[in-house]
């Protein structure tokens, strides 16, 4: 009886440390993976869609996106880490913003998990975000993701092939806006 508790044990301590979510069999997309095809709604704010380079409307994949990066947040607004992230991600966007030769080269996206429209919306107002966020109230992001933790960011490069790469994934704070900047930059080789 023993040997069976401590073989269950290992097993259950052995499948929590791996990157693969038993129920769904979803591995959370690592550097060097391609990301999945998701699909989001072209936003309704014209200056949104102006940002990530987008017409009409329908929906869009992150290929879509005119940048050579993409830098995906995965949130949420009920998310105390995501609420303490929120200016550090909003002093990431001033600094690209600022620079010339990178406004146009990288965007970042917020996918609020599990969050309703209304949700979002209440974090884009209260924390000032001016970057395109999206509600992902079916948690359907969230599951294709491998349904990480937040805030969890994705740095994604575009294939030739329209396929998105990840050279960049990593749960909880950026730290210093200007030192990631430079990491992924050095990632993507640009």
């Known amino acids: ?87 550090i991600v909003n002093d990431l966007y001033r600094i690209i913003s600022e620079k010339p030769g990178l406004k146009n080269r990288v965007k970042i996206i917020g996918i609020g998990a599990g969050n309703t429209p209304f949700e979002v919306d209440v974090f884009r107002d209260k924390y000032d975000i001016r970057f395109p966020l999206f509600s992902d109230e079916s948690f359907s992001v969230h599951k294709a993701v491998g349904e990480v933790r937040t805030p969890y960011f994705f740095v994604l490069r575009t294939n030739a092939d329209g396929s998105d790469r990840v050279i960049y994934s990593k749960v909880g704070t950026i730290q210093d806006p200007n030192l990631f900047l430079d990491l992924i930059m050095k990632e993507a080789g640009l």
């Not at 440390?17 to 072209?42: C, E, M, Q, R, Y």
């Not at 929906?59 to 303490?84: G, H, N, R």
């Open 1 to 87: 009886m023993k040997n069976k508790v401590i073989i269950s044990l290992t097993i259950f301590l052995s499948l929590s440390f791996l990157k693969v979510n038993v129920h769904a069999g979803v591995v959370t997309p690592a550097k060097g993976d391609l990301f999945p095809a998701i699909s989001l709604t072209v936003p309704e704010k014209e200056g949104a869609r102006e940002y990530l380079g987008l017409t009409g409307k329908g929906s869009f994949s992150i290929s879509q996106i005119k940048a050579d990066l993409v830098i995906l947040e995965i949130f949420s607004m009920y998310c105390p880490y995501c609420q303490k992230e929120a200016p």
